[in-house]
């Protein structure tokens, strides 16, 4: 190759190189606002990469560098329910300097539901733990640690500061304000790049993909320039392909069908009275609210004062049930121990299966009618009332059922469950009857149409044709359906309670 050869070449890699990086110290705010996770390395000046993108489970992460810290992702309080709007820090399962593989547990995070473990997605090492372990009220986006792709990093954020974060997280915005008017015309405004830092990579420019997200986009179909990625530097990871796949099938009948924020929850709530501090002749103690108090606080006030309300009463025969019940355990010689919950609701899902307007959700504009019983079953922890949610129950065996109600209900009172665990369903189940309550009215799980209130069996004279008396002593079990009457009409909560009683009394049918 002659000489010209070779300075020609070598000019067209240098100029390919200088086109294809964008942490050129002299990058334009719009080139930095389309780099998706590109960090600008020291220089005189501070300079962010693009601001923000959502993991899978909620959480939010900004790449940052200056010349006084290194690369690093700043992480913050991550959204882990749809109602959540701010969490309280719980116990840390990573120590500074600990490295991080995707899908390690990062710390658990009280949500306004339960206490959730938080799995981060990335690989990296813990910088800095900006909200140590009993932080409370933390904002959603708050800063909560510092993750660096380098090891040898971490020993730069030893003296790092929650409020540095803090400023540094607002920052990209005035930036992106600023650096237009230095750097390009006029034309090129904030909102125009901070437009362009949602989209996803533009053409000609490349894109960084782990392996098996490649593998996984191109068994799916999946043109990866239509993904933002949320690893390291904007490389697109597997997670974000699952979440492409997920909200691309989902996004418009989600969209249609968001019902509007609760009214409670939308309003600026008024100044609440402080605490007292507890003293020896205050005579009462005042307990502060948690987040899931307060959330089921919100959520029944506003279900009792929006949804028309109306309540069914129906008195079942246990007789059959608890001798069929009887049978299957002895049978099973302690491999599984079915209970009276566990018919109930297999026979609630019969029962929704035979008249599906009352499997239905309040939507707004519309009525939703769900294909599956998904019932979710109310259960009493130390934090409050939760109802994980045992999917698909009519397509369930009554072994089946119980292994799940087990499973669930102890998650829940370990604060254990993932968000898709409890939000959700089609018809929800509160059982009393442990407590010896025989009967009582409940509030319905907004928005569902209907939940059933079920009490304790107790004995009671019954008409019996067969008996030399005309009567004999049955176990009868009380039930209340609470049922919105915006969904379902009185005669077609009959129906269910019919149905429901039919099950219940000939619990054969339900093995079949």
């Known amino acids: 190759m002659s000489a010209s050869r070779s300075s020609n070449v070598a000019r067209l890699l240098s100029r390919s190189a200088r086109l294809a990086s964008p942490r050129v110290a002299g990058a334009s705010a719009r080139h930095i606002a389309t780099a998706r996770f590109v960090s600008v390395r020291p220089s005189a000046t501070q300079r962010f990469g693009s601001v923000s993108a959502q993991q899978g489970n909620g959480i939010k992460k900004r790449q940052y560098s200056s010349k006084s810290y290194p690369d690093h992702q700043l992480i913050g309080m991550p959204a882990l329910s749809p109602t959540m709007t701010q969490g309280n820090v719980g ?28 799995e981060f997605q990335d ?25 660096v792709e380098n090891e040898s990093d971490v020993a730069a954020f ?3 500061s929650a409020d540095q974060a803090k400023a540094e997280s607002a920052a990209p915005a005035q930036e992106s304000a600023a650096a237009p008017a230095a750097e390009e015309t006029k034309k090129e405004s904030a909102p125009v790049a901070a437009k362009k830092q949602e989209a996803p990579p533009s053409d000609g420019e490349r894109i960084f993909a782990s392996p098996m997200a490649k593998t996984i986009a191109k068994e799916k179909n999946v043109d990866l320039a239509q993904v933002k990625g949320s690893g390291p530097r904007g490389r697109i990871v597997k997670a974000d392909i699952e979440a492409y796949v997920a909200s691309g099938a989902s996004a418009k009948a989600a969209t249609a069908a968001t019902p ?13 009275p402080k605490a007292a501090e507890a003293s020896g002749s205050a005579g009462f103690t005042d307990i502060p609210l948690t987040n899931m108090r307060k959330v089921i606080a919100s959520r029944l006030t506003e279900a009792k004062s929006t949804v028309p309300h109306y309540y069914l009463t129906q008195n079942i025969a246990m007789d059959k049930v608890n001798k069929l019940r009887q049978s299957l355990n002895t049978a099973a010689n302690g491999s599984y121990k079915l209970s009276v919950n566990d018919f109930v609701i297999k026979a609630a899902a019969s029962a929704l299966r035979d008249v599906p307007e009352v499997n239905s959700s309040w939507q707004g504009e519309f009525i939703r009618q769900h294909h599956h019983a998904d019932i979710a079953v109310a259960a009493a922890t130390p934090a409050g009332l939760i109802t994980p949610i045992v999917r698909t129950c009519d397509a369930k065996g009554l072994k089946a059922i119980s292994a799940d109600v087990r499973e669930l209900v102890g998650r829940a009172r370990a604060n254990k469950l993932k968000p898709e665990e409890f ?8 059982n009393l009857g442990m407590y010896g309550i025989t009967s009582f009215s409940a509030i319905i799980n907004s928005p569902h149409s209907a939940i059933l209130s079920v009490g304790a069996s107790e004995p009671r004279l019954v008409p019996d044709e067969d008996a030399e008396k005309g009567f004999s002593v049955s176990q009868v079990m009380s039930v209340q359906l609470s049922a919105d009457h915006r969904v379902v009409d009185g005669a077609i909560g009959a129906q269910f309670l019919k149905a429901f009683k ?7 049918t339900l093995l079949l």
């Not at 813990?126 to 800063?143: F, H, N």
């Not at 939000?423 to 509160?430: A, D, L, P």
């Not at 039919?502 to 054969?508: A, M, S, T, V, W």
């Open 260 to 272: 509007a924020a609760p009214a409670a929850a939308a309003a600026a709530p008024k100044a609440a």
């Open 91 to 118: 116990q840390w399962q990573k120590s500074v300097g600990d490295k991080i593989e995707p899908g390690d547990v990062l710390v658990e995070i009280e949500t306004d539901k339960a206490q959730m473990d938080f």
């Open 158 to 160: 030893a003296d790092y």
């Open 423 to 430: 939000q959700g369903g089609s018809f929800t189940i509160s």
């Open 123 to 147: 690989e990296g090492y813990l910088a800095k733990i900006l909200a140590p372990t009993g932080t409370k009220d933390l904002a959603i986006d708050a800063p909560v640690a510092i993750i």
């Open 502 to 508: 039919g099950y219940l009394e000939n619990p054969l």
